[in-house]
């Protein structure tokens, strides 16, 4: 018998191969395969099918594989930071019997924004008011602070209210997510309220800080691969194989609902007209959410998504008019690294956004600073992405006296990066 076992260290994966003393023919026996995982209490044996004879070909299964994606480098599309690019060519979205659809899915999604499962687990998150910010700008800049949910980012609300609509058999199946870190958490705390098992899959360069917390709520961790992608391709197999439910961190309707709900909050919260609401973008869920509630409420309010210049996967899918995979996403704001945006929130994105802001991360660092002085509180650098937005932007086109809101989206921050942050800021500002 040979037995393989996954041994994760805080940072990486060990392969170590164990052969007992006896010699055995094991060409035909099937192995078992166990995977010690970061809580070396849980262990998950995996027993493959009896191997084929090996002159024996597997049977033939036909399928359609989706079309790839065509691959693109971050550094292919590029402008000045605070520019409103990437605007969505919206001609002939509401024409014909492409208009009756959109009337219906508009309707849709606000309802099913208005009846999502949140509460339970998240707060109505402040909208603070940055008096120090607003006086640099020149602008009224206002901060919701989803930051302050009980797993320090807006995660939960998706993911909670998904699960909570699984019925009981789906529930009793167990859960599986793909996570950067911060739907992880928020997987993990909602499994704990429902009562269901959760296996987390994250990449090798997840901080130690937000996998160590999921840990902590009850959840089993697998660490693999080094970028999202490799993660939720494991974790979508793994699903297939146990008979899981994959909680798909963006693109799921509910898992949109249940971010939308921000914006339903920020224009019930907000004092006077609106300018703009500047959202973090990764794979698309919560700039979706927020733009199928109040596109459809108050138009006119501008929704602007803000990427890494090195993880810009929304904004060139909007230059392309279709989805495309980035060749490597920059990891320095790893909340929001992914190298392709979802269906979903991209059909939403393309038709409802006004545009994407680049920042660098010099301009990140900064933001996270200016969070700091207004309030003492410290984000990561994918929370402080929409600051960093909103502040390029309205230095950029000048604006006077607007109302303008930026989503603090996470503060998982492992203290080990505060030095380059700091440094970074310092580099900025002088």
């Known amino acids: 018998m040979e037995t393989l076992c996954l041994a994760p260290s805080p940072s990486s994966l060990l392969l170590t191969t164990r052969h007992n003393n006896q ?37 033939h299964k036909p399928f359609h594989q989706p079309r790839p994606l065509k691959k693109v480098s971050a550094e292919s599309l590029k402008y000045e930071s605070g520019f409103l690019g990437a605007v969505p060519d919206k001609s002939g979205l509401d024409n014909g019997r492409e208009g009756n659809n959109n009337i219906h899915d508009a309707m849709s999604y606000l309802t099913k924004i208005l009846t999502s499962n949140v509460y339970d ?111 939720e391709a494991y974790a979508q197999q793994r699903a297939k194989d146990e008979g899981l439910i994959f909680v798909h961190p963006f693109d799921h309707p509910d898992v949109i609902a249940g971010q939308g709900t921000i914006g339903m909050e920020i224009m019930r919260q907000i004092q006077g007209p609106l300018h703009a609401i500047f959202v973090p973008v990764g794979g698309g869920g919560l700039i979706a959410g927020i733009a199928a509630y109040v596109k459809r409420v108050h138009p006119k309010v501008k929704i602007i998504g803000v990427e890494a210049y090195d993880a810009n996967a929304m904004a060139l899918s909007i230059h392309h008019g279709k989805r495309i995979m980035l060749e490597r996403a920059g990891g320095f704001a790893d909340g929001i690294a992914v190298k392709k945006v979802g269906e979903e929130t991209f059909r939403l994105c ?40 909103a502040e390029t932007y ?30 970074l800021a310092v580099g900025r500002c002088e």
Request: hydrophobic share 40%; proline share 6%.
């Open 394 to 423: 309205c230095k950029y086109y000048g604006l006077k006296g607007e109302n303008v809101v930026a989503i603090t989206s996470g503060a998982n921050m492992n203290f080990d990066r505060l030095g380059l942050v700091s440094q």
């Open 350 to 389: 393309r038709e409802l956004i006004d545009g994407v802001v680049l920042v660098d991360h010099d301009a990140i660092c900064a933001s996270i600073k200016d969070m700091f002085e207004e309030n003492r509180s410290i984000l990561e650098p994918a929370g402080a992405v929409a600051i960093a937005g």
């Open 121 to 231: 687990v998240s707060i109505e998150s402040p909208l603070d008011y940055a008096p120090k910010l607003s006086e640099k700008l020149h602008a009224n800049l206002w901060l919701k602070r989803e930051d302050l949910q009980p797993v320090f980012s807006f995660k939960i609300r998706g993911a909670y209210n998904m699960m909570a609509k699984l019925s009981r058999q789906q529930l009793a199946r167990g859960v599986i997510c793909s996570s950067a870190g911060n739907h992880a958490q928020g997987v993990a705390l909602s499994a704990q309220k429902l009562g269901c098992s959760a296996v987390i899959v994250m990449p090798l360069t997840t901080p130690k800080i937000k996998w160590k917390t999921v840990e902590k709520l009850g959840a089993t961790v697998v660490l693999i691969g080094e970028s999202y992608d490799e993660a």
């Open 23 to 59: 010699k055995k023919n094991l060409r035909h026996q099937p192995c078992t395969i166990t995977a010690v995982l970061t809580n070396p209490a849980e262990v998950i044996s995996l027993k493959p099918s009896t191997p084929l004879n090996p002159f024996e070909k597997a049977p």
